[in-house]
């Protein structure tokens, strides 16, 4: 888990970076929600470089062991890629070169062929993408790891939302990042969450307008 202050510093940094938006969004499950994180603006070199030093901090003070890293297409391809390089200037890795892979979604039926580009899968794996929206993603990679006799080792992520899955009506007891940890026995880590977005909040004057509609939405679908 970061520290706080890596937390804060990273909800910043999304919020500077125009990643994190507050106002009112339709989500991918129908949600109508007064926040919005999308990690695809994530887009420049300088951006993408800061982000992958958040993953790799992240990943080192969880204390979990693993032994590379892998990206599901396509969001997850540079993310693994970045954190990858991010891991090898961590000076706690102390010069360990982290080797990474990732999956085409169409099988490629030409040259080397095949789904996977990158390192062979081996060892303790951990899977890296932006959010747990739906599960599939982590899914589809837990398959791929496995087959290829290696481990799923977490999941790392960038925001939390800490919201419960389902449909309206059918909500279920748990978040979507929970059901993951439960349904694969594999801890999920997270560089933040809603609650260190509430602390932002709390924090500058210039957002405290938004923070009503934010417990709202927490109150209506968050976790207990």
Do not use: W
Request: overall charge neutral.
């Amino acid at each position: 888990m970061s520290t706080g202050s890596d937390r804060r510093a990273f909800v910043q940094f999304a919020l500077n970076q125009g990643v994190l938006r507050f106002g009112s969004f339709v989500t991918k499950s129908g949600r109508t929600s007064p926040y919005f994180f999308n990690a695809g603006l994530f887009n420049s070199g300088a951006s993408v470089g800061r982000l992958a030093q958040f993953y790799a901090q992240a990943l080192v003070d969880s204390k979990l062991p693993f032994d590379m890293l892998f990206g599901p297409a396509y969001k997850g391809i540079p993310l693994a890629t970045a954190t990858s390089v991010a891991l090898a200037a961590h000076p706690a890795m102390q010069g360990r070169d982290i080797p990474f892979a990732y999956n085409r979604k169409e099988v490629k039926d030409h040259g080397e062929g095949g789904q996977l580009v990158g390192a062979p899968l081996r060892g303790r794996v951990v899977i890296i993408d932006d959010v747990i929206t739906a599960g599939t993603s982590v899914r589809e990679s837990v398959d791929i790891i496995r087959a290829a006799g290696a481990e799923p080792a977490a999941v790392l992520i960038a925001m939390d939302r800490m919201e419960r899955a389902g449909a309206e009506g059918a909500l279920s007891p748990h978040s979507a990042v929970q059901e993951v940890e439960q349904r694969y026995g594999l801890p999920v880590v997270s560089i933040a969450s809603l609650t260190d977005i509430l602390a932002l909040l709390e924090g500058q004057t210039e957002f405290a307008s938004h923070q009503d509609a934010v417990l709202a939405y927490r109150k209506r679908y968050g976790i207990a």
